[in-house]
């Protein structure tokens, strides 16, 4: 396995290619001591972005930044499992928004309890639906993730009710042949 400083540089080189000149105007700096997010495990790597194109990465929920950990990642040979090793932020971003999952996890458990219904949160990236169950864990109500690829979600379930099973392989396989017999 290669050394922290090696990762470290291959990170750097493929974010140099991104920053030359004609390209992104942002500054980057890989932080020597990674900073915890929300009470996480620090990442391996932690990068922290700042300029004028910062605005690029956060629009459309940080849509960009994510991307760009997501291919440090792959560029690093990290399984899927492993993609906390890295972490990319900007003007704290995701600070800022694990607070939003926390607050909307509280509202989701006092909802959910007032008014004895499931509550379903909107598409959210593998690590955000983490979170999310980790927020919404001391409730002791259910949860459990629903949905494909990108549009998986989280749903809080009442007391006593128990989380829909997700369907098969087979089963998903099978609705998307039968859909296609319709047309």
């Known amino acids: 396995m290669e050394d922290l400083e090696a990762k470290k540089k291959k990170v750097g080189d493929f974010l ?11 500054k980057f700096k ?19 972005f700042s300029g004028p194109d910062v605005s690029l990465l956060l629009a ?16 690093l040979r990290f399984e899927h499992e492993e ?14 928004r694990h607070q939003e999952l926390r607050l909307a996890a509280e509202a989701a458990i006092d909802r959910v309890r007032r008014t004895g219904q499931s509550y379903a949160f909107a598409p959210m990236s593998s690590r955000e639906r983490r979170l999310l169950h ?7 109500l259910p949860t459990a993730s629903s ?5 998986r979600f989280v749903v809080l379930y009442p007391e006593g009710e128990k989380p829909a099973s997700e369907p098969t392989r087979d089963d998903r396989a099978q609705a998307i042949r039968e859909r296609f017999r319709r047309r």
């Open 30 to 48: 890989v932080l020597d001591q990674p900073q915890s997010i929300a009470g996480d495990s620090p990442a391996e790597i932690s990068v922290e």
């Open 83 to 96: 993609h906390d090793r890295i972490s990319f932020d900007a003007e704290n971003f995701k600070i800022l």
């Open 60 to 75: 459309r929920n940080g849509e960009l930044l994510l991307s760009l950990e997501h291919i440090a990642a792959k560029i």
């Open 147 to 151: 949905g494909d690829g990108p549009r």
């Open 16 to 26: 140099q290619t991104l920053t030359s000149p004609g390209r992104l105007n942002l």
């Open 134 to 140: 980790l927020a919404l864990a001391p409730s002791g």
